[in-house]
Structure formats: C-alpha cells, structure tokens
C-alpha cells in the first residue's frame, strides 16, 4: 500500500524501471474511449492518406507533450499538478487543481460506463447501474494499493490488451472490399482535416495533467531523454492503434455509434471465442485507463485540500464519479465527444507555460513547489491571454453538445473546426517567454 500522497518522494524511497513508462501509457490506451474516436473519424471522410497524417500528426504531438511532462516527475518527486505550484503558486495552482479534479472525474465516468456497458451486454439482467458499479469497486482496488500496484497491474494489461488488439485489427481487416464504399465518396476536405487532427491530439493530449504522477518514484538521475521516449512513445502506439481498429470496424459494419458492443457484435460473427477476446479487451481497457483517472483524481483533490487521506479522496471521488457514469450512460456518444473537446480549453495553455518554465527556464528546484510564492502573477497572465486569444477559434456548441451556442468569428471561417487549443498553447507559452524570468 502506498504510504505517500502528495508529498515529495525523497530519494531513498526512488525506485523503477523507465520501460514501465511505456508499459503503463501503452496499457491506458488500448481503450474504447480511443477505439470510439475511430468511428468519428470514419463520417469525416477523408481521403486515406490525408486520414493517416492527422492520425499520426496528431498522436504523435499529444503523444510527445505527455512525455515531456512525465519528464518532470523524477526532477521533482511530485504529481505533475503539484509540479504546477512552482510556475503559477500555491494558491495560483488551486483553479487547475479544480479543474484537473474535474476532469479526471469525467474520464471516470466515461470509462466507467464502458465497463457498465460491457457487463451489461454480456448479462442484460444486471442492470446497467448495477454493473457500473462493479467495474468501479475493480478500479477503486488498484488505484487504494497505489503507485507500485497500478505500474505492475499496467505492464501485465499491455500485454494481453496488445494482444486482443491484434485479434481486433486483424479480424476488423479481413475485409478490405467493404472500404470501396468510403473510398469511392473520400474527398480532402481542410475544414475535416482540421477536425480529424484536433479529435486525435484532444484524446492523448488530455493524459497530461496526469503525466508525472506516474514517473515521480523514479530516481532524479534518470534519464529525461529515455522518460519522455518511452512515455510518448507508449501513448501514441497505442492510441493510433486503437483509432485504426475502431476506423476498421466502422467500415466493416457500417455503424458509426462508437458503441463497445459494436466491436463484440462484429468479432462474435467470427466465432464465440473472438466475442470472449473482445468483450474481455473492452473490460481491461477500461479497467486500465480508469485506474489512472481515479488515482490521479485523488491526487488532485489532495491538492485542493491537503488534511484528507488518500484513501479518503479516492473514495470520493468514486461515488461522485459513479453518479455522473449512471447519468451519463443514457447518452454514451454525446457525453464522450462533448467531455473530450470541452476539456481541452484549460489544458493546453497550462502545459505550454509549464514546459517553457521546465525546459527553457531550467525551473527544478522541487522545493519550489512548497516554497512558492502565493501567486505567480505573470504565469497567470499569460495563462489569461493565451485563453482570451484562443476564444474566436473556439466552438462550443460543438464542445458541449449545443448546451453553450457559442461559434467563435474565426472556427466558423473554419467550418467549425475548432483549433482553438493549438492556439492558447502557442500563445500562452509566448507571452510567458517573454515576460517571465522566474527565479531558479
């Protein structure tokens, strides 16, 4: 049982392997919720190479912030929203602590409902809460052991998820003829394109805020370079993989839901056993991705309010997660695409300021993070214009499912694609270059 929260790892308690990076990023994305985004890619249209670009642009640049932030972890020995103390303050981090807190609970609640759903396909009589419910008590055992449990747990799942996977792709590509429909009304499309890369980077991309919860046992010599390969690395194979094997399946079947059962439903036409791979893949992909969001969950909570436990957090943060799973499992498709793009809009301008601070202002005194000012107010400000600016790129009526009708000058220009994160990244991270010179 892990002892420590949120406390700086001192160096006699360091200990892993760097390899573990890959396995545990790898593992977390061999998921439905990545598998879901293949089917949205699918009714975009878009000519196959052009697909493959924004499939590999986009996961390969989520995929590389999350390792550049894994990175940080054995510098300081914190949680990465912990980390965030040393560039914005101890009470300046509190708002990303609630939104971090926040997100982690709706990817929660989103994989909680894909478990839900898978148990309730393979036995209807369990009803769809009842099952939520037991693939909750399963994520909530790992993430109460901690840190060593959920590495371990990690490398055996990317194992026998890598495995499942390939029984999925393969099958998903035995049949090549039923592309000629796509293929024959595929057209480049800029606006799609636009769309296509930001659905593929939002997904990976939003592991960040959790990224050096999961290196910061490491020692402090270790290698970044190795930290930020594996970690990347890890994430964006995995991620691609997944979105080809929904992309496949969609094409295959024609249904372009998103569902879980839609997979099983496709890999049972082969054979009762394929339908046993594949509703255990779904299992264990949720069940590995979940472990992270609740973990990760506490931590940030611990982070709003240092006098609970851990074990306290965690189990708050799963009842309140539960609740949102059950609510939102009415609506599994507009509730997934809604949460994934609407998250992206504090992220992003978060993670460019704290890169410039880790990489380019050589910022890694850990003790930093509990000897900080209150408020770093130049973080802050270019946090705010970063945000501000990226507001005429933003559409959310899409992002939140027509609940704010709001479409920004410029993503209307755009059709709709709403790029608005590349935006606050780039801007917040210059505006901070330019007018921080923090102290080291």
């Known amino acids: 049982m892990e002892r420590l929260g949120i406390e700086h790892v001192p160096e006699s308690m360091r200990h892993g392997r760097t390899i573990y990076q890959f396995t545990l990023w790898f593992a977390s994305n061999l998921t439905v919720a990545d598998y879901a985004l293949g089917p949205i890619l699918y009714t975009l249209g878009l000519p196959l190479p052009w697909l493959a670009l924004a499939l590999v642009l986009g996961n390969v640049l989520g995929g590389l912030l999350v390792g550049f932030l894994a990175a940080m972890g054995p510098t300081y020995g914190y949680p990465q ?16 602590a609630i939104a971090n807190w926040v997100s982690t609970l709706g990817w929660f609640s989103v994989n909680a409902i894909i478990g839900g759903y898978i148990i309730n396909y393979v036995d209807p009589k369990i009803p769809l809460y009842a099952a939520i419910l037991i693939t909750v008590l399963t994520q909530f055992v790992i993430a109460l052991f901690g840190y060593d449990v959920i590495h371990r747990s990690e490398y055996i799942l990317s194992m026998v998820l890598g ?5 999925s792709l393969a099958l998903s590509l035995t049949k090549p003829h039923l592309l000629s429909a796509y293929l024959r009304t595929a057209a480049f499309n800029p606006f ?12 990976i991309m939003s592991w960040g805020p959790y990224a050096s919860d999961y290196s910061r046992y490491l020692p402090e010599n270790t290698s970044r370079a190795r930290v930020i390969a594996y970690a990347a690395l890890g994430g964006l194979l995995a991620s691609l993989w997944s979105e080809v094997v929904g992309f496949a399946v969609a094409a295959a079947t024609g249904n372009t839901s998103g569902l879980p059962t839609v997979l099983v439903q496709f890999m049972g036409s082969y054979g009762f056993a394929y339908a046993i791979i594949a509703v255990t893949a779904l299992f264990l992909g949720a069940l590995a991705a979940n ?5 990760t969950n506490s931590l940030s909570a611990l982070a709003i309010y240092n006098k609970a436990r851990r074990w306290q957090a965690l ?10 799973a059950v609510l939102g499992g009415l609506n599994f498709v507009g509730y997934y695409e809604g949460f994934l793009l609407f998250l992206d809009y504090w992220i992003t301008p978060w993670i460019g300021i704290l890169l410039i601070m880790f990489y380019v202002y050589r910022v890694r005194n850990w003790r930093l993070v509990e000897d900080s000012p209150r408020v770093v107010w130049k973080a802050i400000l270019a946090y705010v214009i970063g945000l501000l600016i990226s507001v005429p790129f ?20 755009l059709g709709g694609a709403d790029i608005s994160y590349f935006i606050s990244f780039i801007a917040a991270s210059l505006t901070y270059l330019i007018i921080a010179r923090p102290n080291r």
Do not use: E, H, W
């Open 291 to 295: 472990v992270l969001n609740i973990y």
């Open 192 to 203: 799609n394109f636009a769309i296509a890369l930001a659905t593929v980077f939002s997904y």
């Open 81 to 96: 929203i912990m980390i965030s103390r040393a560039a914005y303050g101890r009470v300046g981090n509190l708002p990303f």
């Open 394 to 413: 933003m559409n959310l009526d899409a992002a939140t499912g027509g609940l704010i009708p709001y479409v920004g000058p410029i993503a209307s220009a």
């Open 163 to 167: 495995v499942m996977f390939a029984v």
């Open 315 to 324: 189990a708050a943060g799963a009842v309140v997660g539960t609740l949102m």
